[in-house]
């Protein structure tokens, strides 16, 4: 059987102790080598393929002719006609009785690799980090960067200036007229009347009970103050902080060479000329004229109304007001139940509740029931083999 530690029989978790974790060896892959020659793309397809000149497949269908037929259809197929049932009997099975039974008894036996297998002792590795003193440099630090090593500077040339095309106004005047203002003809109407029928409150001389149910029937209950948990006071570490880093300590500097600019030489061209700023849209497309465009008005088809507006809508010409009945108010009494039989306070919790029996963990033991003790690792850690019961053969 296999050994188990003390921390693993705790039920309780009193007895853990954290195992020492350690890192496992990765496995590093091996540097991918292309295959030399050129790959051949040719296939089988292409190399015994042979083209055919294809020719358009002529129709062997009969013309179809519709013979007409005057007499009664007869719609009862020949399978139905033809078809007899037969009594189908049901074969015997050949498959053999089952004459082997599993045992119902737990196998209890133990394995070779649990009786041969021993833990071994973990050893630990021997550390290749680098050392941690500081190497300060000798040379004083050179802030030379490419950039500043081989920029080179030009001189600009002077911007011409253009001026600006002076802003010509219309001569013709400006038309605020609108389709709203030209068609719009305000008429006169008298003011609408209210059809809302007159307000008449539901009044009840009976003073308002301002008690509630819960008002009524709650009975305050003592709080106790709660519990003010003491926190514990602050005591800074004694000592400096360490400030620094792993990559302030393991940083190794290193005398790196300039990197040659690989930027080709600039042909510049130096012109003394004025730029020209006409292009070819601008000569070819002058500006037109633009005039603008007059108002569209259609002619109107709905003739203008010549009498007086009538304000009178469908609603108010057929509203027939109707006397208002106050609602009956079906609201019970207010008055607080009282009875005199004792309050029953037995709840199904209390009636169902059955108090489980506590276990008590095992490794409370000094040594655990149904384990034999082993050994000691250098841990501290105690190993305990479990007691199999003897199994009577079949």
């Known amino acids: 059987m296999r050994s188990r530690c003390l921390c693993q029989i705790c039920t309780c978790g009193s007895d853990y102790r954290p195992y020492e974790i350690i890192q496992q060896a990765r496995h590093a892959p ?18 015994d393929f042979n083209s055919y000149k294809i020719q358009p497949v002529a129709i062997v269908r009969p013309l179809e002719r519709q013979q007409v037929k005057k007499g009664k259809l007869d719609t009862v197929p020949t399978y139905k006609d033809d078809y007899r049932a037969w009594d ?3 074969s015997e099975l050949y498959k053999p009785e089952q004459s082997y039974y599993p045992p ?7 394995t070779t690799f649990q009786d041969n297998y021993v833990p071994w002792e973990t050893q630990p590795r021997q550390s290749f980090k680098p050392s941690s ?20 500077p ?25 389709t709203h203002r030209c068609d719009f003809q305000g008429l006169l109407g008298a003011t609408a009347k209210i059809c809302r029928p007159a307000y008449t ?31 514990q006071a602050y005591i800074p570490p004694t000592g400096s902080m360490q400030l620094h880093s792993t990559s ?31 292009s070819t849209t601008k000569e070819d497309f002058p500006a037109w004229e633009s005039c603008r465009q007059g108002l569209i008005k259609k ?28 609602t009956e108010s079906c609201k019970p009494v207010n008055v607080p139940l009282q009875s005199s039989c004792p309050f029953d306070d037995v709840t199904m919790y209390s009636m169902e509740y059955a108090p489980k029996k506590q276990e008590i963990c095992p490794a409370s033991y000094p040594s655990p029931p149904g384990y034999i003790f082993e050994n000691t690792n250098s841990q501290g850690h105690k190993f305990f083999r479990k007691i199999t019961p003897a199994v009577k053969a079949f």
């Open 88 to 90: 189908i009997q049901k």
């Open 248 to 278: 302030h300590l393991d940083y190794v500097p290193y005398q790196a060479e300039r990197v040659i600019p690989i930027r080709p030489i600039s042909h510049r061209r130096n012109h003394h000329f004025p730029f020209q700023g006409k």
């Open 201 to 231: 409150r539901v009044t009840q001389n009976a003073q308002f009970e301002g008690s509630t149910e819960f008002r009524d029937s709650f009975q305050p209950w003592e709080i106790p103050p709660p519990k003010v948990k003491k926190v």
């Open 104 to 110: 119902t008894v737990k196998f209890g036996n133990s």
């Open 133 to 152: 003193v500081v190497q300060r440099p000798t040379v004083p630090f050179n802030g030379d960067t490419s950039h500043r090593l081989d920029y080179v």
């Open 30 to 47: 091996e540097d991918y080598k292309p295959n030399q020659g050129e790959i051949d793309l040719g296939t089988t397809y292409k190399r």
């Open 299 to 326: 002619q109107q088809q709905i003739p203008n109304p010549s009498g007086k507006f009538d304000g009178l809508s469908t609603f108010r010409s057929h509203y027939v007001p109707h006397e208002l009945i106050p």
């Open 154 to 178: 030009y001189q600009l040339e002077p911007k011409l200036a253009q001026p600006k095309e002076v802003y010509r106004p219309t001569n013709q005047p400006f038309e605020d007229l609108t």
